[in-house]
């Protein structure tokens, strides 16, 4: 496709430019108004815009329309309707109404809801939410018109991931909003939270991922022996981009610049068929959407070029899995960015209140930072020299670090480390300034010169629950401080002892060093940082006073809504591990197993066909094989058992928390046990009677 990318950009969006170009004046100007300072449109204005949004879908190919919204499955969901209406004298029109356009209803009785409804009853709603802009998407199903929307349950709970994250998104716009009028700031009318997430993603070809059933339902390899070889040589990290894969990258990008989305950065990431792709910043609901569109597209793509794209965190073991690294930043409508410390970030008042306030704010919800970042797959990862461990902190680098640790100590006058130029010897290179500080891949909330990159989200996971959280610690902070500045005297004082004191008690949670290391885990404790290794330990924080408190004095939640998100969390966890260990023992008994037998029979067939052949014969390696696959397919065999027992089990129990532990201490290791002797049978047995496609054949043959 040779379109240039202005060309294209955006095309498949019925963005702002194009509201303009076929809505009437007033009408934009209403439409507008209430995307960017809230109210409600009148219905005779919804029925213009929908029929505007009909006609320009129309033209794109549309039939459909959906309202495409996020339940609490993680991913997207829709219900598509024809423009079509009730036909008269054998012809019919398309329409969509306005009512149409602002309010569906779904059945909202097959989604999670984690207790907040009976599951007799079956009404929900989805609402437009107008500051993210409408779609249209090419599907084998024909054209739809995708209308991104929240989805609530018949009393109004959240049953989505939308509708938290715009009330946060509100939080910290009015919190943050108090801080800035304490510093003279009117030019300013809201705050929005910027998101710029990195999405790390495996592809595989889809002949071999369809001979393995672990993939199909999983979405990770639950067996396999490491190949001969991994990423040791570290040569895939930015190198050539093979042929296949660079084709389905162009694809991919053009695909996602029709929708809108900026895509920017493309590369090879660390593991064998393991890339990344990363966006420019934007609005963090829209980012939020975006980002699941993109996922939504990487697989619909990938099919075209006869590969799958695999989003687990964890597809392979003992090469890197893949995360989400979640930029986040806030700022101004009228272009301010507030985690911009500027040159002098010792001098700039606004930019350490800022900082003081972040620094407080994760200290104090580090627990709701972790589960934030939890999903099943991202077990995998966290804590595995991989990935940030699961110990919140926060890196600074050494110029910021050095401004805080001088706050601290009450120094007279606060200078800044000098940043230097890199002359590299060579004349026809120009000498560069050297960044103030470097980066720390080993940190889970890193700030990164004017935001911070909360690098613990999963590959699959969204974006939203990680940003709920921290539009929300961080708008509880700036409304603390703004409740002890506003009522301050002399303000400058104030202020300059608030980041002081801030600064003090919250100086634990900053950690420049090396998140990987033993001596890390010990200081962390030493410090009274949390330490939640797991999902099922990191649950928990979501049903505290203080999250509650947290949560409901800004009406992003509510009580309800907490316990539910827990409640669906340990669902989730044992109903991933129930398939996974459903699947093994599927694979087990059906693959593996008649696969050892079978090259145990043909190998004792061997012996006693050459011990007849040649008496005397040394049979000493063909003995010593069979003996080692036999011992083997007895320890598999076993495990298997052990496993199948095990499973209804833990299965049987009621209380939704007591069977997550249970999986996750009981029947996580019994998987273990069973991969461990058919992970060894797989480097014995006969490459031509092994069932599946082995780590060698889905990493290096795409």
Known sequence: MSDQISEIFGTHVFSRSVMRERLPKKVYAEVVSVMDHGGNISMATADIVANAMKDWAVEKGATHYTHWFQPLTGVTAEKHDSFITPPQDSTTLLQLTGKQLIMGEPDASSFPSGGLRSTHYARGYTAWDMTSPAFVKEMSCGTILCIPTIFVSYNGEALDKKTPLLRSMEAVSTQAMRILRLFGNTEASKVLAYVGPEQEYFLVDREKYLKRRDLIYTGRTLFGAPAPKGQELEDQYFGVIRERVGAFMSDLNQELWKLGIPATTQHNEVAPAQHELAPIYTMCNLAVDQNQLTMETMKR???????????????????????????????TDVGENLLDPGDTP????????????????VDEHADL????????????RLGAQEAPPAIISIFLGDQLDDVVNQIVSNADSIKLLASHNLDFGVSTVPVIKKDATDRNRTSPFAFTGNKFEFRMVGSSDSIADANVTLNAIVAEAFSQAADILEKADDFNAACTQLIHDWMSEHQRIVFNGNGYSDEWVEEAARRGLPNLPSMVDAVPALTTDKAEALFTQFGIYTKSELESR?????????KVLKIEAQTMIHMAGKHYIPAAIHFNTRLG?????????????????QKDLLVKCSALLSSASKALEELKVLLPEVDAMEDVAEMAHAYHDRLVPAMAALRRPVDELELLVDKDIWPVPTYGDLMFEV
Request: proline share 1%.
């Open 301 to 331: 793509v990938a099919t075209r070029h006869g590969l799958v794209c695999l989003l687990h965190e964890k597809p392979y073991a003992g090469v890197n899995g893949s995360g989400k690294h979640n930029n986040w930043s806030i700022g």
């Open 369 to 380: 930072l972790r589960c934030s970042a939890s999903c099943v797959g991202n077990e995998h």
């Open 346 to 361: 010792n001098e700039n008042m606004q930019f350490l209140l800022v900082l003081a306030c972040i620094m407080k704010a």
């Open 605 to 621: 067939q061997s012996i006693t066909s050459i011990s007849s052949a040649a008496v005397g014969a040394d049979l000493s390696v």
């Open 566 to 574: 827990a409640e669906i969390m340990y669902e989730t966890y044992a």
